[in-house]
């Protein structure tokens, strides 16, 4: 089973701009949302523990990980969407800006690797995977066929993984 987080809090969440690639890291509210989290999942079984490269999602495993007592694996898979002429912007900002940056097919495909190696690394483990709102709105779209508007910083969707096959267990 996989335990899909989204990252904590960061300046640019508060702020409504998008982060993409650039490495921003956790604020205070980040840290102590990525605590909280820690202390809920430290009742839990868990094998391994991944996230993306980026700070953000690096930091809330590793928070996670001081709690689990587990090394954070990471994947740079696991990236957000490099959002490319939008990073930094605000949603008014982005209707002056023509996009250019990565396609969501490429983002969507990217993300599904990094999750499929990871089930390949750990067959019928328990793996928490620190990543981005929009990777987890890719994935969601991929195995469920939808995928939620907004996720929460620190919000965890459970995925099973059988017969070749994601399914979303909440």
């Known amino acids: 089973m996989l335990l899909l987080v989204r990252h904590g809090e960061t300046d640019w969440n508060a702020e409504g701009k998008l982060q993409g690639h650039t490495d921003r890291p956790l604020n205070d509210y980040g840290r102590r949302q990525a605590q909280v989290l820690g202390d809920r999942l430290a009742a839990e079984q868990v094998d391994a523990l991944y996230a993306s490269d980026l700070s953000r999602a690096r930091e809330t495993a590793e ?84 995928a939620a508007p907004v996720i929460e910083n620190c919000a965890v969707w459970a995925v099973a993984h059988e017969d070749g096959r994601f399914r979303s267990i909440d």
Not at 63 to 83: C, Q, S, T, Y
Not at 95 to 124: D, F, K, M, N, S
Not at 137 to 145: E, T
Request: hydrophobic fraction near 35%.
């Open 63 to 146: 928070i996670l990980g001081e709690k689990l007592g587990l090394a954070v694996d990471v994947d740079p898979d696991l990236r957000e969407k490099n959002w490319g002429s939008w990073e930094g912007l605000t949603s008014d900002e982005r209707l002056h800006v023509a996009y250019e940056g990565e396609t969501t097919e490429a983002h969507r495909e990217r993300t599904l690797r990094a999750v499929e190696r990871i089930v390949e690394r750990h067959p019928g483990g328990r793996v928490v995977v620190v990543t981005h709102g929009g990777s987890l709105r890719r994935l969601q779209a991929a195995v469920s066929g939808v």
